[in-house]
């Protein structure tokens, strides 16, 4: 079990789209609807080819909680949504992932 949000968000958004570490570090809270119903992945060489994913059900509640530990911390929404746990190649993240024995895949 991910306690902190942000945590659990980026491996429960990795888990459904499999977005890679550099385009998690992407996402911008502006990127999940209000409902969080969806999630905007970034491709990080063309705009044209970003792409919307719906979420689960399961998800929403622990996606709209990252959202709003972003607005606790005074982030714009157009700011990143993981900025500290994706940096240095996503040093922070693969930790919470071994811990968890989750495989975080690289990017295809």
């Known amino acids: 079990m991910v306690a902190h949000p942000l945590h659990a968000t980026a491996l429960t958004i990795h888990a459904v789209t499999g977005a890679d570490i550099s385009r998690l ?5 502006i990127d999940i609807d209000e409902t969080a119903t969806t999630v905007k992945i970034h491709d ?11 979420l689960p ?3 929403r509640r622990l996606v709209r909680a990252a959202s709003i530990h972003g607005q ?16 240095q190649d996503g040093e922070q993240l693969r930790l919470t992932a071994t811990g968890i024995r989750y495989n975080l895949k690289p990017a295809p």
């Open 72 to 87: 606790l911390k005074d982030r714009a929404p157009d700011s990143p949504l993981f900025p500290l746990i994706t940096v």
């Open 25 to 29: 570090a992407l996402i911008r809270g």
């Open 44 to 54: 990080s060489t063309a705009h044209r080819r970003c792409r919307l994913y719906p």
């Open 57 to 59: 059900t399961w998800t």
